[in-house]
């Protein structure tokens, strides 16, 4: 298994203002993600964070907005800049790991994000 | 393109019936199909996975699901609901067990006493 440390677990932000969300996995992995839960909704995904190189974004994120870092196999940022309360949201860092002869994917807590 | 529906976004079972969570998915390639559930304020957790193997698949807490090819479900059942069960739950699928999950609506399940 792997466990994932998100931090901060929440935080209520000025808007205009950038928070950066940290990701650490107990054990190095290939694949991280990071997702957006708005509420009452299902899970997005925002990115693919790659180690060494720019973050493959999904249709409708940009870098400018959702800057990310993969400084190594075990740990990854998502900075949420230039905040709205639109960006209200919780962001949840995943991993894929392999376990016995499969892949799976973990979550970590979430980063409960209110703007005002 | 892949994607998944859940039918129903709330669903509501009396304690000890059964719990049945739908899903459809779309897929042009074999699909890998999963059900995560989410209790309030945590992250996801794997319930049960599709990988190819067996068509029916058992997961943790008493689910199960069934994978049917000519009908593109992958519904979660759970004979007898406890109060315990009350959460999210999302399928998910992905084209690969190395790629990224699309995620399903969600469906939130209550159970009454």
């Known amino acids: 298994s792997a466990v994932i440390s998100q931090k901060p677990s929440r935080d209520i932000c000025q808007r205009g203002t950038s928070l950066t969300i940290q990701c650490q996995v107990d054990s190095q992995v290939t694949m991280m993600f990071w997702y957006r839960q708005q509420p009452g909704q299902s899970l997005t995904l925002i990115a693919t964070?790659?180690?060494?190189?720019?973050?493959?974004?999904e249709s409708g994120f940009v870098i400018d907005k959702f800057p990310i870092s993969r400084p190594n196999l075990t740990f990854s940022t998502l900075t949420v800049s230039n905040m709205s309360p639109e960006d209200s949201s919780i962001y949840l860092c995943?991993?894929?790991?392999?376990?016995?002869?499969?892949?799976?994917?973990?979550f970590g807590q979430g980063t409960r994000l209110t703007v005002v | 393109a892949q994607s998944v529906t859940q039918l129903g976004s709330h669903v509501s079972v009396s304690e000890g019936a059964l719990v049945l969570l739908r899903c459809n998915y779309s897929s042009s390639v074999p699909p890998y199909l999963f059900w995560y559930v989410q209790y309030p304020n945590q992250g996801l957790q794997l319930l049960l996975k599709y990988t190819s193997a067996a068509t029916l698949v058992k997961g943790i807490n008493g689910f199960e699901a069934e994978f049917k090819k000519s009908e593109t479900s992958f519904h979660l059942t759970k004979p007898s609901a406890h109060m315990s069960d009350a959460a999210e739950y999302f399928c998910a699928v992905t084209r690969n067990q190395g790629g990224k999950l699309i995620f399903g609506q969600g469906t939130e399940l209550s159970v009454k006493p």
């Open positions: 964070a790659n180690q060494g190189s720019e973050a493959t974004y």
């Open positions: 995943s991993v894929l790991k392999k376990a016995r002869e499969n892949t799976e994917a973990f």
